[in-house]
């Protein structure tokens, strides 16, 4: 493959394009469930796409809210009325399903963000929104990956909004409890 533009730009125009195609409603059902902050919630994924997890949940951690990711050691056992955010392109991934099951079992919200719509981590999930990541030159999963970060990340601009020195308090969870 040729580039005969700037590689940052045609990654630019890939997010642009996928995230044009994600469903306004989904998004507002995604902020629905999200907006209890008392919720203990829980973020998973594999590879690549749990590092996504993983930062998305540190943001949360910034606004206040309790969060861990799954498998770390200091993570306590999901239970009743918590939620578990899943974060898979194939929504395929025996390990992420395994959580999916028992968190299901333990009465926790399942919720994925997943680029097949019709997999078994959609059918397990209470939600699931589509994150339309298919049309790619990246590497791998790139664009699933950085489109599921952009749309937590929005998450958080919207649960945030109008929230007053919303940027202060981050930034002091960010520098004083790390």
Not at 50 to 61: H, N, V, W
Not at 83 to 110: C, D, H, M
Not at 130 to 157: K, N, R, W, Y
Request: charged letters at 15%; glycine letters at 8%.
């Amino acid at each position: 493959m040729t580039i005969t533009q700037a590689p940052w730009l045609i990654i630019g125009q890939e997010l642009t394009q996928a995230l044009s195609r994600i469903d306004a409603n989904s998004f507002d059902g995604l902020a629905q469930i999200f907006k209890n902050s008392e919720r203990r919630w829980f973020f998973a994924g594999q590879g690549r796409s749990g590092l996504s997890a993983q930062m998305a949940a540190m943001r949360f951690m910034h606004t206040g809210r309790k969060v861990h990711f799954v498998g770390e050691a200091s993570a306590p056992s999901i239970r009743r009325n918590d939620g578990l955010l899943i974060l898979s392109a194939s929504g395929q991934t025996p390990t992420n399903l395994r959580f999916a099951r028992t968190a299901k079992l333990e009465g926790a919200t399942v919720v994925a963000l997943t680029g097949q719509m019709g997999s078994p981590l959609a059918e397990i999930a209470d939600f699931a929104l589509h994150v339309p990541a298919d049309a790619t030159a990246q590497f791998g999963g790139s664009l699933f990956e950085q489109c599921s970060l952009i749309m937590l990340d929005s998450l958080i601009f919207r649960l945030t909004a109008g929230i007053p020195d919303v940027h202060k308090a981050m930034q002091y969870r960010h520098t004083n409890l790390q």
